[in-house]
């Protein structure tokens, strides 16, 4: 096991009824900005809920935050606050809403100049203004993490960057799963497989002698497995929902990266494809996590044939038969949850392979676990999805 240092200071609140905690989880004299995306919690009674747990707060809203947050919304988000005074933020909605709250709390305790700095490792943030959640949508894990993603039109081409920081992580976490319960089918299977990858990207990457870290991963993705047809079938079945929710929290809370090497590829090549062709996130992870593994079958292949064994419980056969079969499982379990694996079923193009190098090329990334895949690897997976 490699070196780590781990922190994580979210407080988390799960389970019903738990939006009433609020008024003890935010300070009664804050001036409070409540940031949400398009109405849905408005549709499906969180906005309510949240208004009359805050009724003795001075509270702003700000509304219309898109999935992969723009940069010049969350701009105009930062004009409210200053304009209004605002010290405290309050994020309702999924991963996009609290990413963009995120910046947003930097951004207004930021003197130096653009905020776009920030995902561009010009600078990092050093203070924030604090900031809570209201989770309405399980998959990124940003509410129990200190990461955001934030897209921006640059010189005519979108761009979709990360930026991290101890600042922005959030002082609470009001997880209730029956907010979850209205959530369309494409946004559940959406939040399983987001959370599927992160388990993924930490996970199957190199032996590192941490088998106490590779058996939380593993739980926590046969219990995505088990809980996905569940929930699909019956939306609004508690116990499904409230599994589905904690192991989107725990993916990606840092954890089960302590002291193993982690891969992202899939991540860094999915956000060039949404930037590109405007995908939703996790239909790019479903789409290029499977070529990632052909790819790396090799480099991979301890840990390929741990998976198969003890998560998708395949002992018989050879190891490249095994190998194989583990990653057509989890193509099978990408498609139960109506994702395309190709790039045809997602209407990509075939000149997506020189697109997303030349743009990784651009700010010479290297990727994987290994950090020795370039912008040709990058094209030799995207193209295998063509296959």
């Known amino acids: 096991m490699e070196n780590f240092t781990y922190y994580n200071p979210v407080r988390m609140l799960f389970g019903r009824g738990t939006i009433r905690e609020l008024p003890r989880l935010i300070p009664p004299s804050a001036r409070v900005l409540l940031v949400y995306g398009g109405g849905s919690i408005k549709r499906n009674g969180v906005y309510r809920q949240v208004q009359a747990a805050l009724a003795g707060c001075r509270l702003e809203e700000f509304g219309g935050i898109e999935p992969n947050?723009?940069?010049?919304?969350?701009?105009?988000?930062?004009?409210?606050?200053?304009?209004?005074?605002?010290?405290?933020?309050?994020?309702?909605?999924?991963?996009?809403?609290?990413?963009a709250v995120k910046f947003v709390a930097a951004a207004l305790l930021y003197p130096a100049g653009d905020p776009w700095d920030f995902l561009m490792g010009r600078a990092a943030p050093r203070a924030a203004v604090p900031l809570g959640c209201v989770l309405t949508l399980p998959a990124t894990g940003s509410e129990m993490n200190n990461g955001a993603v934030i897209s921006r039109l640059c010189g005519g081409r979108m761009e979709k960057l990360f930026f991290a920081s101890d600042c922005v992580f959030p002082v609470f976490s009001v997880l209730d799963p029956e907010t979850t319960f209205s959530l369309p089918p494409r946004q559940t299977a959406n939040g399983i497989v987001d959370a599927f990858v992160h388990v993924m990207e930490q996970y199957l990457t190199c032996p590192a002698a941490a088998p106490l870290q590779d058996r939380q991963a593993e739980a926590l993705?046969?219990?995505l497995m088990e809980e996905a047809p569940k929930v699909m079938r019956q939306p609004e079945d508690y116990a499904a929902r409230a599994n589905i929710m904690w192991c989107a929290a725990q993916a990606l809370n840092g954890l089960i990266g302590c002291g193993v090497r982690q891969d992202w590829t899939a991540h860094a090549i999915g956000h060039e494809l949404t930037a590109l062709y405007g995908l939703d996130h996790a239909r790019t992870l479903a789409l290029i996590w499977p070529c990632v593994l052909r790819h790396q079958l090799r480099r991979k292949r301890a840990k390929l044939l741990q998976y198969a064994e003890r998560v998708l419980g395949l002992r018989d056969g050879g190891a490249?038969?095994?190998?194989?079969?583990?990653?057509?499982?989890?193509?099978?379990?990408?498609?139960?949850?109506?994702?395309?694996?190709?790039?045809?079923?997602?209407?990509?193009?075939?000149?997506?392979?020189?697109?997303?190098?030349?743009?990784?090329?651009?700010?010479?990334?290297?990727?994987?676990?290994?950090?020795?895949?370039?912008?040709?690897?990058?094209?030799?997976?995207?193209?295998?999805?063509?296959?």
């Open 69 to 99: 947050p723009r940069y010049e919304t969350c701009l105009q988000a930062v004009a409210r606050a200053r304009a209004a005074k605002i010290d405290f933020l309050l994020a309702a909605g999924g991963g996009s809403v609290l990413d």
């Open 221 to 223: 993705l046969a219990t």
């Open 320 to 387: 490249d038969e095994r190998m194989c079969r583990a990653i057509s499982q989890t193509v099978a379990f990408f498609r139960s949850l109506g994702m395309g694996t190709t790039l045809a079923e997602c209407g990509v193009p075939a000149t997506a392979p020189a697109a997303v190098a030349e743009r990784l090329a651009a700010r010479q990334v290297q990727l994987g676990e290994h950090g020795d895949l370039d912008a040709a690897a990058a094209a030799e997976i995207v193209a295998l999805a063509g296959v």
